[in-house]
């Protein structure tokens, strides 16, 4: 079942437009990451989820109902943690339980408290009296968690909930938003730029830019800038300074994205065996894991920054001796990349 559905979403700000969906669907009780570079629109998609902000255009639907946010019921279903989440100035016992006030949910507050402070790692004799301006960066994100997770919401939206803080808070916000899937059924909507916790955990990812869904799935994303190589090509340089090549590109790539899907990918330890009809750049081998949905071999290679996922096959990874840590060549047909953004050549 369809817990949302949208339809010809369109936002504005300002007379632009900033987000442009024509059909999406996200069903009850999964884990939907988002990613995409800063700007895609993911924060924008979320407060439309949470019922903070209402669409210039288009209908979503809540369980098969057309919403609107000014109906209060449906803020109770689901809660939004901004990517920005600012505490009251109160106590943190005051801060996670406003929401349940403002609800008229008085019964075993402290309790419920207590147990959203201990879901985020945060034990509530030390921390429940602690003012706002006492808690590290990383603590007060793991307290703003707890004051959506106290309201025991249908739907859980976070806004690149990792970002920025400390590696135990990170843990401790992964931790918890599992715990509240896989323990109370939530549905998760996650954003992040943490590609391979949302590989681990979500049951579908959605790739987004320039205000658009792209598909989703484990191809890689190449979001540029794009130079023009004549009339036909085009180039990207990686941070490491190699070069990834591309055909058919736009006119003009600039501001596009371009994807090139896992099969079209072949790893290699030597140069000298790609294909000479191939181009190639090198990168380390940093993951092989079993994917779960799919039980295939996944690896991943990072070369210039950019994550590129391969489906190998197994025998060859073993008979050849791929390790993680190996620098490899990753060997691609250009004229093979897909480009998204911008309007394609006939």
Wanted: charged share 25%.
């Amino acid at each position: 079942m369809s817990l949302y559905r949208l339809e010809n979403i369109e936002q504005r700000y300002g007379g632009k437009t900033v987000l442009s969906i024509p059909d999406w669907s996200v069903a009850e009780g999964t884990i939907t990451g988002l990613c995409g570079p800063n700007g895609s629109g993911k924060s924008t998609l979320l407060r439309l989820l949470g019922f903070t902000d209402s669409p210039a255009r288009g209908r979503i639907f809540f369980r098969d109902r057309a919403t609107d946010i000014y109906a209060g019921n449906l803020r109770k279903k689901a809660t939004l943690l901004p990517q920005e989440s600012y505490l009251l100035k109160r106590t943190v016992y005051r801060n996670i339980a406003y929401g349940l006030r403002i609800r008229g949910e008085k019964k075993n507050q402290r309790q419920r408290v207590a147990q959203a402070l201990s879901l985020v790692g945060l034990d509530a004799e030390s921390f429940a009296e602690r003012p706002w301006y006492a808690l590290s960066g990383g603590e007060a994100r793991r307290a703003a968690m707890a004051a959506r997770l106290v309201l025991n919401p249908e739907v859980l939206l976070l806004d690149e909930p990792t970002a920025g803080v400390d590696a135990q808070s990170a843990q401790m916000m992964k931790q918890a938003a599992a715990d509240a899937h896989f323990k109370n059924g939530v549905t998760l909507v996650i954003a992040s730029h943490d590609l391979q916790w949302l590989e681990d955990i979500c049951t579908d990812i959605f790739y987004m830019f320039d205000g658009k869904l792209l598909g989703k799935g484990t191809r890689t994303f190449i979001f540029g800038p794009w130079e023009k190589t004549g009339d036909n090509g085009a180039l990207c340089r990686l941070a490491d300074g190699q070069v990834f090549l591309a055909e058919n590109a736009p006119k003009d790539p600039a501001g596009a994205a371009a994807a090139i899907e896992p099969e079209e990918l072949s790893l290699h330890l030597e140069k000298q065996d790609i294909p000479p009809e191939k181009t190639a750049v090198k990168g380390i081998l940093v993951r092989l894991a079993l994917e779960k949905h799919s039980g295939r071999l996944r690896a991943s290679i990072s070369a210039g920054h950019t994550e590129f996922i391969v489906y190998p096959d197994p025998k060859s990874i073993h008979r050849k001796g791929f390790l993680p840590g190996s620098p490899v060549w990753l060997a691609y047909t250009p004229q093979k990349v897909k480009w998204f953004g911008k309007e394609r050549r006939p």
